[in-house]
């Protein structure tokens, strides 16, 4: 246990939880409960994923869900308005909000005050702090909560939360939260350019959790995709979303050189599953391609060790949607398995490119096949990208680091707080 731990429980507001696409987010929170601190979720949603990841197993705090929809439990959410108007902050928190609902004037707004006066409502006695995962939803939540409470706030920004939102809502969040962090370079030079105090929002890159990562000795290879019955394996793990690239992926695979002999396993569910098997289809690719669908942390991995490399076409969505540093990319980089992506977002400051992995200019499909054909025809190369790969990881993305500037950040504020 970290002895600067603060005391008193710190309240985390999540979008949906649990969630295995942010595997990420609940490690950090299971190395804040290893680090001393007491936690207690709130969830705005309930979880759609069939399975979980060990570490959900692991964490013990307690989940509650906040009504999804409003008028799903009218009730409930009249009895925490009533209660919320006798609090102190009520009439701050409402200026905030009609300020808020006169340049975002839409249902979505009216249900996050309307979650905030359930979630102050409901406030456990120990409550002493609300953190925020998503600069978006979430903290709304968590900065209505706090104007409620009078209690401080401070949030984590990722990457879709970052580049989705508006330069005036991110300003005002910033100004009233405590602290930020967020885990890429990209995603701090921005939100510090919109703080009136750019040295409140750190970085803090996530990391992995190496024991469950164990460093993995790959053997050199001699494939280079010449045998029609050893084909070389390219796995991709990421949601079937527009922001990773995979009908670009598709181009850039039926691109390949037919003397070229490859298969192509993907791992994730997402809304644009059916339509990217559909242009597989059209490509003449169906047979060399399997999709997975969602499958747990332990799965994921043996698939990263079975592997020949790994590949993943993140683009910048027409939305302004991106990742910042996809954790897939440490994972595989974690097990010596060279990564081919894009120059895009926060990608280039883990991976230089021939020297821990390839990148190439996004949403361009003769590119990434150029890249994917050299890292399939150059196995020493391909060996001794991977291997610099993990090396990197294990020297400067352990979880751990993270955690302990988080609850470096929570004690440093906590002692100040009202």
Not at 5 to 23: D, F, H, I, Q, W
Not at 106 to 122: D, E, K, P, W
Not at 136 to 148: C, G, I, M
Request: proline letters at 5%.
């Amino acid at each position: 246990m970290h002895s600067h731990a603060p005391r008193g429980k710190l309240v985390v507001v999540l979008k949906g939880y649990p969630r295995l696409s942010e595997t990420f987010i609940a490690q950090e929170l299971h190395g804040l409960e290893l680090a001393g601190m007491q936690l207690e979720f709130v969830s705005l949603r309930y979880p759609t994923d069939k399975r979980t990841h060990p570490v959900h197993d692991d964490i013990a705090a307690s989940v509650n869900y906040l009504p999804e929809y409003l008028h799903d439990s009218p009730l409930k959410v009249m009895k925490a308005l009533f209660t919320c108007v006798g609090m102190p902050g009520f009439r701050v928190a409402v200026r905030h909000f009609l300020s808020d609902l006169r340049r975002d004037f839409t249902r979505n707004r009216i249900r996050r005050f309307g979650q905030a006066a359930v979630l102050a409502s409901g406030w456990p006695e120990d409550g002493r702090w609300l953190y925020a995962h998503f600069i978006h939803t979430p903290a709304s939540v968590a900065r209505y909560a706090s104007d409620l409470l009078m209690l401080p706030w401070s949030v984590s920004a990722h990457a879709k939360d970052i580049w989705t939102s508006p330069d005036w809502e991110l300003t005002e969040k910033l100004a009233s939260a405590q602290w930020a962090v967020t885990c890429t370079g990209s995603g701090q030079q921005h939100l510090q350019s919109l703080a009136d105090d750019s040295s409140r929002v750190h970085l803090s890159y996530h990391g992995l959790n190496l024991d469950r990562f164990p460093e993995h000795d790959r053997a050199t290879s001699s494939n280079a995709g010449q045998q029609p019955d050893n084909p070389v394996t390219i796995l991709s793990v990421g949601r079937a979303v527009s922001k990773k690239g995979y009908d670009t992926l598709l181009q850039a695979l039926s691109l390949l050189p037919t003397d070229l002999h490859w298969q192509f396993v993907h791992i994730g569910a997402g809304t644009e599953l059916e339509n990217l098997q559909r242009q597989a289809a059209q490509l003449g690719l169906s047979d060399k391609i399997q999709w997975l669908g969602a499958v747990d942390q332990q799965a994921v991995l043996a698939h990263y060790r079975q592997a020949d490399l790994f590949v993943l076409a993140c683009r910048v969505a027409d939305d302004g949607d991106r990742d910042g540093l996809p954790n897939v990319l440490v994972e595989a980089s974690s097990q010596g398995l060279t990564c081919v992506s894009t120059n895009v977002s926060a990608i280039p400051e883990m991976i230089t490119s021939h020297d821990n992995g390839l990148l190439v200019d996004p949403e361009d499909p003769q590119q990434l096949s150029d890249g994917l054909e050299q890292a399939i025809r150059e196995p020493e190369l391909r060996h001794a990208m991977g291997q610099s790969a993990q090396i990197k990881v294990r020297s400067s993305m352990d979880y751990r680091k993270s955690v302990d500037q988080l609850v470096g950040l929570f004690a440093d504020h906590w002692v100040k707080a009202p």
